[in-house]
């Protein structure tokens, strides 16, 4: 069975600081991997999406690796704001007989607290 | 502009009775997915759908319903028997294979 684990599940750092966010999933077998971001009482935003055969994705100050075979993804933000507080989360779609199965696997999340 | 549209925003349910939550998306998608958040958990599957007039249970259906009569509308109902429904309700929708759009969610309270 597929779990995704979000480590740590809160971060708070000064503003300007660069920060790593990680995300592993126990089962390599995966369509693609997204990662999300959530503001309180909100949806969820769409941050980068990670193909199976990608290794990394960049968005702006963002950029996010996948490594497969050791079920790892991380996400990078550079130069962090004050408006880049928020819940990030990472969710995979699982593989199944060869094809993308029906649902994403989420992680629980982490925190991010970006002081002024 | 596209988008995934959830109403409404706020709702509140009094014991026994059945509500209907509303998710409209004007992205083309076929796919269609109802959540569930927690505090504290994951994003759970409630139903999926990946084209008109079929639909799939997904992790933790028991209690609620859906329908999809039109491409574009998703309605999640949540009935009597659902016997913890308060908690945060999201819609989202894909092209199959593709990445996920949410929408902006629904909070479900039972008073």
């Known amino acids: 069975k597929q779990e995704v684990t979000q480590i740590p599940a809160a971060l708070s750092v000064p503003e300007g600081e660069n920060l790593v966010l990680n995300c592993s999933f126990t089962?390599?077998?995966?369509?693609?991997l997204q990662w999300f971001r959530q503001d309180p009482g909100k949806g969820l935003t769409s941050l980068l999406l990670i193909q199976s055969s990608q290794r990394e994705q960049t968005s702006g100050r963002l950029n996010a690796s996948l490594d497969k075979s050791s079920g790892r993804s991380t996400l990078y933000i550079a130069a962090s704001q004050p408006g880049d507080s928020a819940t990030y989360l990472c969710a995979v779609r699982p593989l199944d007989y060869g094809g993308a199965t029906n649902k994403l696997i989420f992680g629980t999340g982490t925190l991010l607290a970006v002081q002024p | 502009d596209g988008g995934i549209t959830q109403s409404p925003k706020y709702l509140f349910r009094k014991e026994g009775q059945n509500v209907t939550l509303s998710c409209e998306q004007n992205?083309?998608?076929?796919?269609m997915y109802w959540y569930r958040q927690d505090p504290g958990q994951g994003l759970r599957l409630i139903y999926y759908?990946?084209?008109?007039?079929d639909f799939q249970k997904g992790d933790i259906a028991e209690g609620y319903s859906v329908s999809r009569e039109k491409k574009e509308s998703f309605p999640l109902t949540v009935t009597s028997a659902q016997k913890n429904p308060t908690a945060f309700y999201l819609c989202?929708?894909?092209?199959w294979g593709d990445g996920y759009t949410f929408g902006s969610g629904t909070r479900l309270t039972v008073v």
């Open positions: 759908s990946q084209i008109v007039n």
């Open positions: 992205l083309n998608h076929d796919a």
């Open positions: 089962d390599s077998a995966i369509y693609n």
């Open positions: 989202a929708s894909s092209i």
